[in-house]
């Protein structure tokens, strides 16, 4: 891993892999690579939480290892299971073979041949680059029960396999965790992590990201863009668009050759922001105009 030397230096390095990162979150991640400790992000769907994670493990050149929540994921989901498949083939073989040492078998097919390693227990392997970064993504997905087994995975970096036993990992993972706060994270879990809420950025750090990641956008184009998007955001939607939406939006209106924001294009355009139904709906005629005069004005010098 690089020597990390400063706050400024984390935001060089993500700036670098197109992560446009503002300075508390910087110093976030800077104090979690000294001190070691995991980091708990919980923001809004779409305002760059797993991004930053890709860019940190591109920017330090580590592994990207990620563990995508999902409702009734258990421990042994997240760590390791064994290749039945494979093992019955093997005693099949061994029966028709005639003759195996019953032990012998046993312990091949418990051993590292038959094992396939999830996301936790492939973090802590030893990895010639450096410990990976462990991307434990949308926990808010999973139960309590999974919440309070990751809570001691978390507190020793091992992990226990019956059959084999306890591996522990020679040099801790870089752990993010995110959360969309669809249901509230247990405490235990986020003191054992350095927290940080991640906002939708202000119009001057979107465009710096839209820039990043949609250069060819002209800046005319991306400050419409930008300003109607944050003007979105002040409406009572269902889901409002966030940052990954906006830099969606870009492109969608980059490969249409579009030049200008006008209200014909953003209606037939606004599935690439809107992800609702109900929430398109209430842009209907004379709203996609008014909105549009509006995030206009805001860009006029006062």
């Not at 009734?72 to 073979?97: C, H, K």
């Not at 209200?263 to 008014?290: C, H, M, N, W």
Request: hydrophobic letters at 45%.
């Amino acid at each position: 891993m690089q020597d990390i030397q400063s706050i400024d230096h984390i935001q060089r390095l993500l700036a670098a892999e197109g992560y446009v990162c503002g300075r508390p979150l910087a110093t976030v991640v800077f104090l979690a690579l000294r001190l070691g400790r995991p980091i708990f992000l919980e923001g809004e769907a779409g305002v760059g939480k797993t991004e930053i994670a890709k860019a940190l493990s591109a920017a330090l050149r580590r592994s990207l290892i990620r563990l995508q929540c999902y409702e009734g994921l258990d421990a042994s989901s997240a760590v390791y299971e064994w290749n039945f498949a494979a093992q019955m083939v093997a005693i099949r073989t061994a029966e028709a073979s005639g003759g195996a040492d019953r032990g012998a078998l046993q312990e091949e097919l418990f051993g590292p041949d038959y094992l396939v390693e999830r996301p936790l227990l492939k973090a802590m392997r030893p990895d010639p680059a450096g410990a990976p970064v462990l991307l434990i993504d949308e926990l808010d997905r999973t139960d309590e029960p999974f919440e309070a087994f990751l809570l001691e995975a978390l507190s020793d970096f091992q992990v226990t396999i019956p059959e084999i036993g306890t591996i522990k990992a020679p040099h801790p993972p870089i752990v993010i965790v995110t959360s969309n706060r669809t249901r509230e994270v247990h405490d235990a879990l986020k003191r054992r992590c350095l927290y940080h809420w991640v906002d939708y950025p202000d119009f001057d750090r979107e465009m710096a990201i839209l820039q990043a990641r949609a250069p060819e956008a002209a800046e005319s184009l991306s400050r419409e863009v930008v300003a109607f998007v944050q003007r979105l955001r002040t409406e009572d939607l269902f889901k409002k668009p966030g940052v990954a939406e906006t830099i969606d939006w870009a492109k969608c209106l980059l490969a249409l050759d579009v030049l200008t924001l006008s209200p014909e294009v953003i209606a037939d355009t606004l599935g690439a922001v809107l992800k609702y139904q109900d929430d398109i709906a209430k842009l209907q005629g004379s709203e996609v105009k008014r909105l549009l005069d509006e995030a206009r004005a805001s860009l006029e010098p006062v």
